[in-house]
């Protein structure tokens, strides 16, 4: 049977460490300016050096991407730095730009077509496949069968998102933020437009008739998950995770959702452990309405708020740890903890350790809650480090907020 890599978003060191943890096969990440995640913090070609090391350590590839729009200015920038990732030796570049993949293509890195190229039958893909490009990934608007048609009439490697958030508009390549707030989510700079309440006015000589799209939210997409039919998408070679953008939890907690889905299908163990208790997980973490993309059907729209069953509250900071008796020093700064709770603690080498709090002791002594300015020994289920934060993890009441059944219905 294939075997799909399960490949992770990285947009900061923590959510690096945490998706390696989580059982990522490979990561994809920006650098500098060019790429479609351009608005928040981004790491440099140093960075990249750096987590070439980490992900070679761990047995792990590291893909970057440079899939925005590329003017005549930036030209000499994507030539430098194209030169620079041959010489750190990346594993693959993904782009959609001609400057972009016809560079990288004549320096020998391993070159990726991303979704931005809106690539939505074999024909084009074989295009793309003359030129020298190994892996597509297709339009996110293909539905299944158009997706199989392009995996087995080419002899590329075909990759697609199984979760994570969608767009409104083709493949990505929308114009609102540009037209609003003169930041172009084609450059990597979209404020999410599209996520907003609208008024809707019309217009007449005599009259004018107001409506207020605050309920339907006719222009925001619904988030991607397909972890209750992954097993028929295990021809694909590689799993696509969105989610740049996301903290270390998010990463952590879909990272390991999809990767136990993929290892209970090769071992046989799909029809018997099920589904059930990982959409659970990820309904653990960021999402708003899901949907089942457009595998299925057209992709729907739904509102702009996470619908999440946890929250996360800090609560405090690791000050030393004792790692024969696997033990953090913990400073209690703002949400007091318990004996039960569970908390997670992030830090940028630790990525995220979810727990339960099993014991704690202050001066030797056992104890069952603390309190603000506490110093307390907290028992750790894994290394942990001095400065990663802790978070108290709150149960939040979804009852109003789900939609499974929906989905399930609707989309096969």
Known sequence: MNKPEI?????????????IKAGADA???GVGKINQRALKSNFTIEDVKEIRKITQDAGVRQYIVLNSIVFEDDLPYINETL???????????????????SKSIELGIETHLSTMASVSNSQAAKFYEKMGIKRVVPA???KLEGLLDIKNKTNLE??????????????????????VFEKSGNRGECYQVCRHEFDVKIVSKNTGTEFYLGSDYVLSARDLVTINFVDKLMWADSWKIE??????????????AYREARDRILNGEWH???WKDLWDRLERVYHREWDSGFYFGEGLFGMNKSIAKEKKLFAGEVIKFYPKISVAEVKIIDNPIKVGDTIHIIGKKTGVVRQQVKSMQIDGKNITETKRGDLIGLKTEDRVRPGD????????????????????????
């Open 243 to 256: 989610g740049r953008n996301k903290n270390a939890d998010y990463a952590y907690m879909v990272t390991s």
């Open 272 to 274: 018997t452990k099920g």
């Open 27 to 29: 990561i994809y990440m």
């Open 140 to 142: 996110r608007e293909v």
């Open 158 to 179: 075909v990759e697609i998102f199984i979760h994570g958030a969608m767009c409104m508009a083709v493949s990505g390549r929308c114009f609102l933020s540009h037209d």
């Open 83 to 101: 030169e620079q990732l041959k010489e750190i030796g990346v594993d693959a570049v993904i782009g959609w730009d001609m400057a972009v993949l």
């Open 389 to 412: 934060k802790v978070y108290l993890i709150k149960e939040i009441d979804t009852t109003d907020n789900n939609f499974e059944g929906n989905l399930l219905t609707s989309r096969g």
């Open 7 to 19: 490949l992770a978003p990285v947009g900061h060191y923590e959510g690096l460490a945490a998706v």
